[in-house]
Each structure stands twice: as C-alpha cells, then as structure tokens.
C-alpha cells in the first residue's frame, strides 16, 4: 500500500516539474494573469464553467474572487456557472449541451472574461459556451490537459497542463493554476496588501 502511496505522489511531482519546465504554460498563466486584471479593473466581470472536478474548480475560483483568497480586500465580480436550478431547467428544456452558454447569453457584456476548464477541451457544453462568449465579444481564458482541442483554438488565453494518463492529475494542476490566477490579480490590483 505504501509503495502506491509514494508512486502516487512520485507521478504528482512529476507532472508539476513538467509544467514548471513549459515556458510556453508559464507565460500563459502570466498572460491569463494580466486579462483577468484589466477585466476586474475595467468594471468586466469574471464567469467560470467546469463538468464535475472541473466544476468545483470554477466555483472555487469565483469564490475566492468574489470572496477573498490570502488577504483582505473589496469582493470582485466572479460568478460560476453552477446554479442547479438553471442546469436542470436549460438541461431539461435545450439539453445539456447549451447549460453554460445559455446562462452567458443571459449575463455575459463585451469585455467581460470566461474561465473555461475542460481537461479533455472537448466537452460539448464547454464548447457552446466558448462560442457564445467569443460571439459576445468576452476574453476566453481555457485551462485544459491536452494539447490542440477545439477549446484551446478558440480560446483568448490556453492554459494547456498535461499531467498524464488520467485526469486527475490534469485537475491537480488545475487547481494550482487557479491559485495562481487569483494571487495574480490580487497582486496586480491590490498590490499594497501584498508588501
């Protein structure tokens, strides 16, 4: 049982050394980093949209903006796309294809930014969403684990963090980057705290 422990963490490691190896990734984050910023700044709003991992990540995320993440500042506009009643209803009534895209043709206003996960950057519903979004004239930040997918090409920003086989390893890093985002912004807009 230890051995699958240390393997487990052994394969982990290995997958963060890849994507701190990838000057291509860092720069990305950086980037994702500075249009978040300017989105917050210019009075735009952040969305977010996951399927299930996925999901819990870009509610994290937006909570933590609209939240608070390390220190104490004014709440930011992010809102994740995960409001059940909304899923079921467009779910129900367009299928579960058009759940994110419906909810940003409602919301969304040139200017504002959406974080879109896919780990596969296939998944369907994601895809609907980004197409609506760039059709809006909203910034598309993608975080996906492969590289080339449909996600990654129509996106402003790709944040590609292959982390192996599976996909768990993708939302390890996932996750990471997220955290990385939001100190970003913070540090971007509320620089003192961070002195």
Avoid at 144 to 149: F, L, Q, S
């Amino acid at each position: 049982m230890k051995s699958h422990v240390r393997a487990s963490l052994d394969e982990a490691r290995a997958a963060l050394e890849n994507l701190l190896a990838s000057e291509a990734t860092l720069e990305a984050i950086a980037e994702a980093g500075r249009l978040l910023s300017q989105t917050l700044q210019g009075d735009g709003r952040v969305f977010s949209c996951g399927n299930g991992g996925s999901m819990c990540d870009a509610m994290h995320f937006a909570e933590e903006l609209s939240g608070r993440y390390r220190l104490e500042r004014r709440a930011l506009a992010a809102t994740a796309i995960s409001d059940p009643s909304h899923l079921s209803c467009v779910a129900n009534d367009y299928g579960y294809e058009q759940v994110f895209a419906r909810y940003l043709e409602a919301h969304v206003r040139p200017g504002d930014c959406l974080l879109a996960i896919s780990t596969s950057g296939t998944s369907k519903n994601i895809l609907a969403a980004a197409y609506v979004a760039r059709e809006r004239g909203v910034h598309i930040l993608a975080l996906t684990g492969k590289p080339d997918t449909p996600l990654g090409r129509i996106a402003t920003v790709e944040i590609c963090t292959p982390g192996g086989r599976f996909a768990d390893r993708v939302q390890e890093l996932h996750i990471k980057v997220i955290h990385i985002l939001i100190e970003l912004v913070e540090r971007q807009l509320f620089g003192e705290t961070y002195t």
